[in-house]
């Protein structure tokens, strides 16, 4: 038999790849749950029962978190990337680390084929088979849902008629869960007028009283929470989504444009990546000069592109983030955050590193640094140019 590492979530694509590997291909599969910190232990354990269920050589879990953040996600918060102002990455930025993992670990137990759940519709078919073609070159790629080019309802009909005993009912709409959010597809994201169902959402609406939180930042990365220090800013994180997320703050539906040229809809749950990014670029605003943001911005953008299409490889990111990083360095302070239901607020910031400084002025009031005869010099060198230019021509406005 010939060995197959699966990248299986416990959902409806990858039992079914499970199974069709097995049964239909005679494949030793060994599936990976590559958890970037999306699941519980009670999950885990389901998941791993029903993978132990389907007849597979071996089932694994990797828990990447720790690497998740260190890689991608802190330099998703140093960029303040939403895609399309709108989406924190959350299944994109996490696809490029499983693949990668999931590329390694065929290297380690000698397996000569890779198989993944994606469709032939979306991005996460490009992002998996790009890592793979780069760190295993030679491996070959099965995607069976792209191949065969099921619909969920035959996936479904598939595993009923072999038995397998999941919720279907929640298996019509797929649901990835990460740390840095949750993803939620199904028949309302399939149109351009319909959201999703209040039963869609993973995390019910619990919270109605206003909560203000204080978030810490050091150098760009959360360490603390209503006073609370987190060495690890992972726990930081997963603090906040604990806070958050049952007001139902960072539900949303993102619109964009596909790697492979159509448009794609997706809802998503994130409330700790929302409210951690619009905090720290808030933070952002009192700390950094007026360059330091304005090409942090040009550059976190590329970066976030670049990630979403797969090409987190490519040397250049290296780079980008090497440059974000070196922005973060008077980053610190604290913001504080009021909590709604599904809304937040940002009340104010306080930092030592405030360029806001009240000693040099304070803004359409007083100033300190200088004097009026200052601004009028250099109003008028400021202006020059422009002045030059409509008086040389003013005979052609005439």
Known sequence: MKKIVLAYSGGLDTTFCALHLSKDLGYEVHAVLINTGGFSKEELEEVESRANNLGIASFTILDVTQTYYEEVIKYLVFGNVLKNQTYPLSVSAERILQAKTLAEYAKKIGAKSVAHGSTGAGNDQV????????????????????????????????????????????????????I??????????????????????????????????????????????????????????????????????????????????????????????????????????HTLTKWQTFW??????????????????????????????????????????????????LIGINSNHDLMASKFGSYGEMNKGYTAEDVKGFTRILGNQTAIFHQVNKHEED
Do not use: C
Request: avoid cysteine.
């Open 127 to 178: 992002r998996f088979d790009m890592i793979f073609q780069t760190i295993v070159p030679d491996i070959e790629i099965i995607t069976p849902i792209r191949d065969l080019k099921l619909s969920r309802e035959e996936e479904i009909e598939y595993l009923k008629k072999h038995g397998v005993s999941m919720n279907f009912e929640k298996a019509k709409y797929s649901i990835n869960k990460g």
């Open 180 to 285: 840095w959010g949750t993803s939620v597809g199904g028949k309302e994201t399939l149109t351009s007028d319909l959201t999703l169902p209040e039963e869609a959402w993973p995390t019910q609406v619990s919270k109605s009283n206003p909560e203000e939180i204080n978030i810490g930042f050091e150098k760009g990365e959360v360490k603390s929470v209503n006073g609370e220090s987190y060495d690890n800013p992972v726990d930081a994180i997963l603090k906040i989504q604990e806070l958050a997320a049952p007001y139902g703050i960072g539900r949303d539906i993102h619109v964009g444009d596909t790697i492979i040229g159509i448009k794609g809809r997706v809802g998503f749950e994130a409330a700790s990546p929302i409210i951690i990014i619009k905090a720290h670029q808030l933070l952002e605003k």
């Open 296 to 345: 942090k911005n040009q550059l976190a953008e590329f970066y976030g592109n670049h990630l979403h299409e797969g090409h987190y490889l490519d040397p250049t990111m290296r780079n980008l983030e090497a440059f974000l990083a070196s922005t973060q360095e008077f980053v610190t302070g604290t913001v504080k955050v009021l909590l709604q239901p599904y809304r937040f607020q």
